[in-house]
């Protein structure tokens, strides 16, 4: 029979009061921690149930009323290097105060207040000492360079013109012409033929169409005198004329006439004459500038016509390149009719309204030169403009070698090609100065278009050489 082991009460009794001991601090424990763990798992469980609803609820709908419009943002203005836009096709009547002129360029945003900054720089020059009395002298532009290579132009055939002639007028022969054109040499050209294509080395001058009314008591003596043709050269220019000139029956004649170019000596005298004061500075950018001691365009009515002259001021350097190509346009072209002046800059330049630009004395509107009969048209389309004045103005200006750009509606560029072409302008010069016939938002050419430059153009002048203060706005 197995022994039983003895029995100890004491010992038992203390293990337990040890474990009820236990028992008490566990439930403590649990009681104290649950309301937390309890907040814990109702807020997990919110979070869950919300985040399920908003990914799996549609958005609803705003009912009646106009919604709430977005504040305007502002678009940033910057510079750009390209025209805007293009305007329709076709001639449009236009007036010079009515276009309404764009430029390229933007809003200066170089500075946080450039207003004061042009300002503090107006100061600091208006401090500096300059001779008021001092006159500018103008130099002469850089006659353009002879033609190295034979280049193709277009003769335009007039009446009586032979391929003799035609070889002789531009230094070639004339079975050249014959074989270039594929007509006999010694045959009348064809009256289909409008122009003969000609290879050359030798510049001509520009010929001008001339016309005259026939008036009772004319004879073909009396108007080749007043026209200053050769009359058997007027007889040819007109072959269906007889002998006798009756106005009832022959109300016009027409002549056509080298224009002369005179020496390049007097032309060195006039532009040595030219006087512009100085201390006319610009300073800033064309659409965010100012003009020190602004020079008012001087009165010169042989020249151009002023049409506002309180609007008509520019630097020192601006007005002396505009005296130096109005002379030269005028010397060379010989152009009599009247060139109208719009805007340059107020005195102390500055805002120009309606214009963005023309702020720091550097920008010039010119209305085209008109066709004589269109002097007075206060509406003159494209078909009263002088093309070939218009493009010797241009070369004028171009011939400065201060030209920055020239602003001109692009559908209107083809013309001044056309004309600048017929003159004996090379195709790889042309290429350099117009933007046609790229298209008209290519970055290309000093002559480019802007909207708004249909009965004007738009020359700017680069900055002189000793504005430091001025800058271009690209």
């Not at 009756?246 to 032309?267: C, F, G, Q, T, Y």
């Amino acid at each position: 029979m197995p022994s039983t082991p003895p029995h100890h009460p004491a010992r038992s009794g203390a293990l337990r009061r040890l474990a009820a001991w236990w028992v008490v601090l566990l439930v403590l424990a649990c009681a104290h921690l649950a309301p937390a763990l309890a907040g814990e798992a109702e807020a997990a469980k919110s979070g869950s149930k919300s985040s399920k609803k908003k990914s799996t609820k549609k958005p609803p709908k705003k009912k009646g009323g106009p919604a709430k419009a977005a504040p305007a943002i502002r678009p940033v203005q910057r510079d750009v290097s390209g025209p805007q836009s293009v305007p329709s096709d076709g001639d449009e009547e236009v007036e010079l105060d009515g276009d309404s002129e764009e430029d390229l360029d933007g809003e200066d945003e170089g500075s946080d207040d450039p207003v004061s900054e042009l300002e503090a720089i107006e100061r600091e020059l208006l401090a500096q000492p300059y001779e008021a009395e001092a006159d500018v002298r103008v130099p002469e532009p850089v006659e353009p360079a002879p033609l190295t290579k034979p280049m193709w132009v277009d003769h335009k055939v007039i009446p009586g013109d032979t391929v003799e002639e035609v070889a002789k007028r531009y230094g070639v022969t004339a079975a050249n012409v014959a074989r270039w054109n594929g007509i006999k040499a010694d045959a009348p050209i064809p009256t289909k033929k409008k122009s003969l294509r000609v290879q050359t080395t030798t510049p001509v001058p520009p010929r001008e169409k001339l016309e005259h009314t026939v008036k009772r008591g004319d004879t073909w003596d009396s108007v080749a005198r007043a026209l200053g043709v050769d009359v058997d050269k007027l007889r040819r220019f007109n072959p269906r004329i007889g002998d006798k000139l009756d106005p009832k029956n022959h109300k016009k004649l027409v002549a056509w006439r080298d224009l002369e170019i005179a020496p390049s000596v007097a032309l060195s005298t006039k532009l040595g004459q030219l006087r512009v004061r100085g201390g006319g500075v610009s300073i800033g950018k064309p659409s965010r500038g100012k003009l020190v001691r602004g020079v008012e365009l001087p009165e010169r009515p042989d020249l151009y016509t002023r049409r506002k002259p309180e609007e008509e001021f520019g630097s020192t350097h601006t007005i002396a390149q505009m005296l130096a190509a109005f002379t030269r346009f005028r010397h060379d072209s010989g152009y009599k009719g009247q060139v109208v002046i719009g805007g340059i800059s107020r005195p102390r330049g500055g805002r120009f309204r309606p214009h963005k630009s023309h702020q720091s004395g550097r920008d010039v509107d010119i209305r085209l030169p008109l066709l004589p009969g269109s002097q007075d048209k206060k509406h003159p389309t494209s078909a009263d403009v002088d093309w070939r004045a218009t493009w010797n103005l241009m070369r004028a200006f171009l011939d400065t070698g201060e030209v920055e750009y020239i602003f001109l509606d692009y559908r209107l560029q083809k013309r001044i090609y056309k004309a600048a072409r017929e003159a004996g302008a090379r195709r790889e010069q042309l290429d350099l100065w117009l933007q046609w016939p790229a298209k008209p938002r290519t970055n290309k050419g000093v002559i480019r278009h802007v909207e708004g430059h249909r009965a004007h153009m738009h020359v700017r002048i680069r900055c002189g050489p000793q504005e430091k203060h001025c800058y271009s706005q690209r």
